[in-house]
């Protein structure tokens, strides 16, 4: 395994933040192939905890107690299987994606393109943020943060894009407990790993932006990743005039508070907080381990509600 292929990026964030889109213009860098969204990545790192205590239950008695594997190295191993599927499967994804070119959305300008990493933009990745980084030690993570009133306008016209319109204070909740959890990671593992970036930065200042998270992930800059930004995708369609927000709910103010927080608050640690860490892996070790939970996301959201409550930020 060559050094590049297992340090994916992880693109985090609400839904409606451009994750897509950012996913996108990563993807036009020769190193970089952007993925479509996953989801079966978060599955994965639940059942590989169950799957570690299942292995360890009688400890030195157990196959993994027996030959003393930790867990970090348990999902480390996996994380290498993982990463040798996406090497072994990207080729056939840029070639399909290939034979329906969509203008300047590509996975592949040039042949002579290495290809050598991957880009996930899955939203709720934000919740396994602990977990992904037990199976890619060198993941580099990046937390796009939009505007929570821009996000919640854009949810609720969801259905313009295929998506479902969202009731103004589901809109707000979810942005809250998807930022919350990736500002949570921001602090778990410090600025080496984990990358803000402002919406409005990434739309205004494009090359600016793409210079430094470039640099972030140790690539140098390639002014192709600007490409994508003329061609919309996703896009809500709204017209500034036509909603009246209830932007004084008590989801929209704790929405307000949160942000207006990220954005005061000292920009995190180069290392990271290791009492942030434990509140990310408690967090996620709690969704996994509630045999008596309900749905994982609905579990998800719950967590997320009580570390609110904690006013953890």
């Known amino acids: 395994m060559s050094q590049s292929d297992n340090k994916p990026v992880f693109v985090v964030g609400s839904y409606r933040s451009g994750t897509s889109i950012f996913c996108w213009?990563?993807?036009?860098?020769?190193?970089?192939?952007?993925?479509?969204?996953?989801?079966?990545?978060?599955?994965?790192?639940?059942?590989?905890?169950?799957?570690?205590?299942?292995?360890?239950?009688?400890?030195?008695?157990?196959?993994?107690?027996?030959?003393?594997?930790?867990?970090?190295?348990?999902?480390?191993?996996?994380?290498?299987?993982?990463?040798?599927?996406?090497?072994?499967?990207?080729p056939i994804l840029i070639e399909r994606t290939e034979r329906k070119p969509r203008g300047e959305l590509r996975r592949r300008r040039s042949p002579d393109d290495p290809k050598g990493r991957w880009v996930d933009a899955t939203p709720e990745n934000s919740h396994y943020i602990y977990a992904l980084s037990l199976l890619f030690p060198e993941a580099r993570f990046i937390h796009l943060l939009r505007n929570p009133h821009d996000v919640a306008r854009s949810l609720m016209k969801f259905s313009r894009t295929g998506g479902r319109d969202h009731e103004h204070e589901e809109a707000y909740h979810n942005w809250?407990?998807?930022?919350?959890?990736?500002?949570?990671?921001?602090?778990?593992?410090?600025?080496?790993?984990m990358l803000r970036v402002r919406y409005e930065e990434f739309i205004g200042t494009p090359e600016k932006t793409f210079r430094e998270v470039l640099d972030f992930l140790g690539e140098p800059?390639?002014?192709?990743?600007?490409?994508?930004?003329?061609?919309?995708?996703?896009?809500?369609?709204?017209?500034?005039?036509?909603?009246?927000?209830?932007?004084?709910?008590?989801?929209?103010?704790?929405?307000?508070?949160?942000?207006?927080?990220?954005?005061?608050?000292?920009?995190?640690?180069?290392?990271?907080?290791?009492?942030?860490?434990?509140?990310?892996?408690?967090?996620?070790?709690?969704?996994?381990?509630?045999?008596?939970?309900?749905?994982?996301?609905?579990?998800?959201?719950?967590?997320?509600?009580?570390?609110?409550?904690?006013?953890?930020?």
């Open 25 to 90: 213009c990563l993807g036009q860098h020769p190193n970089l192939v952007n993925l479509p969204e996953t989801n079966w990545l978060a599955r994965l790192t639940v059942d590989l905890d169950n799957l570690y205590r299942l292995a360890t239950i009688n400890k030195q008695f157990s196959h993994l107690g027996q030959i003393g594997t930790s867990i970090d190295e348990f999902y480390r191993l996996f994380g290498e299987g993982v990463a040798h599927l996406m090497r072994t499967t990207n």
């Open 176 to 193: 809250t407990r998807l930022t919350h959890m990736a500002y949570l990671g921001e602090k778990a593992l410090g600025r080496a790993r």
């Open 221 to 313: 800059y390639c002014a192709d990743c600007r490409k994508p930004l003329d061609t919309k995708i996703n896009s809500s369609q709204i017209e500034p005039e036509a909603l009246q927000m209830h932007e004084s709910s008590s989801a929209a103010r704790a929405a307000v508070e949160l942000y207006q927080h990220i954005l005061a608050a000292p920009a995190p640690g180069l290392e990271g907080e290791p009492a942030a860490l434990e509140v990310l892996k408690q967090a996620f070790l709690a969704n996994c381990r509630n045999t008596q939970a309900p749905p994982m996301l609905k579990q998800l959201g719950a967590t997320a509600r009580t570390l609110a409550r904690m006013k953890f930020w």
